[in-house]
């Protein structure tokens, strides 16, 4: 038997050269210094495919219009099999692959791992950092319940606002008319079209520049003799992830998602209020008025994405030991100080609004649900 | 489009009017409930605002106990006669065209307020 599978191996390797494949795959060299913090890449990878696989379980059983989004989602949840559970491993998934990315991100920049010659691995990765973004913008709308609807109303304000693009923007959104179909339909073909491939395009040239330049190396490094990657490092992702899934799972299984009540573009009761890793955007707006509001709507957005994408071409020193890099340890918790502030202010100025409690188990009225 | 009795509407608070009215959405013509907020104004005109803050579009509502329309999204305040008081809202509350027949008033366009001066 050993013989056979040994046998079919070796056949299979010699018309694919898979096992010369992985070998070289899992025997890259990595530096010494390399552990436990380079797992959040990995993670995120992952939490990316579980996006894609709970995100075309939901398409299958999703009706994607306005009203019919709202009630396919209620059936999604009342009657698919394991639908809400598919359904809250997207939800906190996405939540979960914001926390990862930016996670990533401060782990990069405290190590100045951007440096030369890794600035466009950098480059690539504050890309895919806004594309995580723009799903968790998109994907908002889609459950056209009044959380949605109304959120969705300020967003697409604020893209209306760009100083010469507003215009365009307004148009390519569906219109600065209310929020409706058009919106609808541009919403979702971005969010399932348009935005993945897209994705996976720059995760692949993110991970191959990685290869290319291999993980970066820290002061002390060139003295000590590098590892493989396997199996170490492979099984520190592999625990990494598990831990990851292990807490999406207990999420998506214990925290129930809200699915408030359907859109009503008339209700002037409701208080709209962004996804939480929005929330210090959405105070932001509140600190300028007037002929200042651009200000915080699109200058100061801006000017944080610009400085991100600059920031390798700025700080161009030697490598340094994380310890002794104090001005990123100093602007890293300012920023983490700045964002809890804000979003803690946010949540502190939204009124308690009485929960609409949609009651899954009732009869299905949903049905006569009709889009208003 | 009918939306009100005239008889309703008070100089000191204002009421919210909600009707029906047809609305190409895309491809779809939809029978939408929208909403106005009319006062009488000074001069005894009706006066109808939009139901939409200026700012980024949330619906704002009147506030009982301040005597102002309250943004309840990033706290733009509004006064009866649709000006702004405070916070981002850029302009002033819109207005829809408002004529009067047999005691039912009645909503056109929705124009800003500076429109509807001229």
Not at chain 1, 29 to 41: C, D, L
Not at chain 2, 13 to 22: A, G, I, K, T
Not at chain 2, 99 to 110: A, D, E
Request: charged share 15%.
């Amino acid at each position: 038997m050993k013989r056979r599978l040994e046998n079919l191996g070796a056949w299979l390797d010699h018309r694919t050269g898979i096992r010369t494949a992985a070998r070289q795959f899992l025997c890259e060299e990595i530096p010494a210094s390399s552990g436990w913090r380079q797992v959040f890449g990995s993670v995120a990878v992952f939490l990316f495919l579980v996006q894609v696989f709970t995100g075309a379980l939901l398409a299958f059983n999703y009706a994607p219009t306005p009203g019919d989004a709202y009630n396919s989602l209620r059936y999604i949840l009342t009657e698919v099999t394991g639908g809400r559970l598919i359904r809250g491993l997207h939800h906190w998934g996405a939540s979960m692959m914001v926390v990862v990315v930016v996670l990533h991100m401060a782990q990069v920049f405290l190590y100045g791992a951007y440096k030369k010659p890794r600035e466009v691995t950098w480059v690539a990765g504050v890309g895919l950092f806004l594309l995580t973004l723009a799903y968790g913008l998109s994907g908002y709308l889609l459950p056209w319940d009044n959380r949605a609807y109304w959120g969705t109303v300020v967003a697409t304000r604020i893209g209306a606002q760009l100083p010469l693009l507003g215009p365009y923007v307004a148009r390519l959104l569906g219109g600065e008319g209310p929020v409706g179909v058009v919106t609808f339909a541009r919403f979702f073909g971005l969010h399932v079209l348009l935005l993945p491939p897209a994705t996976m395009a720059l995760i692949g040239l993110h991970v191959y520049l990685v290869r290319k330049h291999g993980v970066a190396p820290m002061p002390g490094d060139e003295a000590r003799p590098a590892k493989p990657f396997y199996p170490v490092q492979v099984f520190k992702d592999t625990l990494a992830i598990f831990i990851a899934f292990a807490i999406l799972f207990t999420m998506a299984v214990a925290v129930r998602v809200p699915l408030e009540q359907l859109a009503d573009p008339s209700d002037t009761s409701y208080i709209p209020r962004p996804e939480w890793y929005f929330l210090f955007l959405f105070q932001t707006l509140k600190l300028f008025t007037g002929p200042l509001e651009a200000v915080g709507s699109v200058v100061l957005p801006g000017l944080a994405i610009l400085a991100l994408v600059a920031t390798p071409f700025l700080d161009r020193g030697p490598m340094m030991e994380v310890r002794r890099r104090t001005v990123a340890i100093g602007f890293v918790s300012l920023v983490a100080i700045g964002w809890t502030g804000l979003t803690a202010a946010a949540v502190a100025g939204t009124p308690r609004a009485e929960v609409v409690a949609v009651d899954y188990a009732g009869p299905t009225a949903y049905l006569f649900a009709l889009p208003e | 489009m009918e939306a009100g009795d005239v008889s309703a509407l008070a100089g000191d608070r204002p009421v919210e009017l909600v009707f029906r009215r047809n609305r190409t959405d895309g491809w779809k013509i939809t029978s939408q409930k929208t909403t106005a907020w009319a006062v009488r104004g000074a001069d005894g005109q009706a006066i109808a605002f939009g139901p939409q803050c200026t700012h980024l579009g949330c619906a704002y509502h009147w506030d009982d106990a301040r005597s102002e329309f309250v943004c309840p999204c990033h706290n733009s305040l509004f006064g009866l006669d649709g000006k702004v008081l405070a916070g981002p809202a850029p302009r002033p509350l819109d207005r829809y065209e408002t004529k009067i027949q047999g005691g039912k008033l009645l909503l056109g366009r929705l124009r800003s307020a500076s429109e509807s001066a001229r």
